[in-house]
């Protein structure tokens, strides 16, 4: 059945970096836009990146923009998420996503996602 596995979460210092992964099996990738969103306790799902799977482009929310970078390896059906200069505000469970027909803007509420990978950022 559709898996999607994150990995690559921790604890890190305020302005460090993590690179977060997301193995797919039962599927292809490339058949879906992809992307990752994210939600801290007490607060609403964040869509964060996403890759679409019509041209390819790809999408990030402002917070984020210029410091994370979205990306997949189609040969090992593997997304990643690189996160660079991280902020406290950046702590959350970040999950990734996948889905057949909903264009990137709307990748807080794409069809399937992993069980998440927790991201704590220290002051």
């Known amino acids: 059945h559709l898996q999607l596995v994150e990995s690559g979460g921790g604890l890190v210092q305020s302005g460090g970096s993590l690179r977060l992964s997301c193995a797919a099996s039962?599927?292809?990738?490339?058949?879906?836009?992809i992307g990752w969103f994210r939600q801290a306790p007490g607060k609403e799902r964040e869509g964060v990146s996403c890759?679409?799977?019509?041209?390819?482009?790809?999408y990030y929310v402002d917070a984020v923009k210029g410091r994370f970078t979205v990306s997949k390896d189609s040969s090992k059906n593997v997304m990643y998420l690189q996160m660079d200069s991280l902020k406290p505000e950046d702590t959350a469970t970040y999950h990734c996503?996948?889905?057949?027909?909903?264009?990137?803007?709307?990748?807080?509420?794409?069809?399937?996602w992993g069980r998440g990978t927790q991201v704590s950022v220290s002051s």
């Open positions: 996503t996948i889905d057949a027909r909903r264009p990137c803007q709307a990748v807080r509420d794409f069809g399937a």
């Open positions: 039962e599927l292809s990738l490339d058949d879906y836009s």
């Open positions: 890759i679409s799977r019509t041209d390819g482009g790809t």
